[in-house]
Every structure is written in C-alpha cells, then in structure tokens.
C-alpha cells in the first residue's frame, strides 16, 4: 500500500515555472517506477513523463519535451516534476502514479495547474 500527495499547483502566466511534488509513505518508495499524468477538461488522462526506480527518465510525451524534467529523491519519500516555461495547453489536473507490478499500482489526489494570460 502507497498514499501519495501531489501538491505545488497554482494558476500562473504563461513561460512562468512550477515544481509539482508527490510525497509518499506506505511502503518502500525505491521499489516504484513514478508517472505523471494529467487530465484536462473534457479529455483522457494523458501520460506526461515516466521514470525507473533508479531515477531515469523514460518518456516524455513530445508536447513538454525540454520544458518538463521528472526526477525523484528517496531520502525525502518524494517525486517531483519541474515544469518550465508553461502554455496555456499545459493547464489540467496533474496526477502521481506509483506503478510496481500490473496488480500493484496506486494513484494520487491530484494537483491543479492552470496556466493563463
């Protein structure tokens, strides 16, 4: 069992930066691959940026390549998403998955990130 807490989102102007933080406790953080996703309104959940055990990045999805950087630090329980340089069609409810196997797999509350002029 995993609980996790997304928070750091806010309403900010476009190219401004967020840092999103997912803490988590429960059980032992170094054993999970970390995602973050988002959902805005009136669309499907979307994978954003995925990430090993061991911290390395494995996706971006293109439209946040070289503005979003995933990353974790165990010793503080917690995974972050630095996002730089925002758009309007950033703005969605962004979410942290903790992923270990197809049956072992737990999702945050969720954090609202609004980017608008």
């Known amino acids: 069992q995993v609980q996790l807490v997304e928070s750091g989102g806010g309403v900010v102007q476009p190219g401004k930066s967020l840092r999103l933080s997912c803490v988590a406790s429960?059980?032992?953080?170094?054993?999970?691959?970390i995602s973050w996703y988002r959902q805005a309104p009136g669309k499907q959940r979307e994978l954003v940026a995925a990430?090993?055990?061991?911290?390395?990045?494995?996706y971006y999805v293109d439209s946040v390549k070289g503005r979003f950087t995933i990353s974790r630090d165990d010793s503080k329980v917690t995974a972050y998403l630095q996002m730089n340089n925002l758009k309007l069609e950033d703005t969605a409810v962004y979410y942290c998955?903790?992923?270990?196997?197809?049956?072992?797999?737990?999702w945050g509350q969720g954090t609202q990130v609004t980017v608008s002029s």
């Open positions: 990430m090993t055990t061991a911290g390395d990045p494995t």
């Open positions: 998955n903790a992923y270990r196997d197809p049956s072992t797999f737990y």
């Open positions: 429960g059980d032992t953080f170094s054993m999970y691959a």
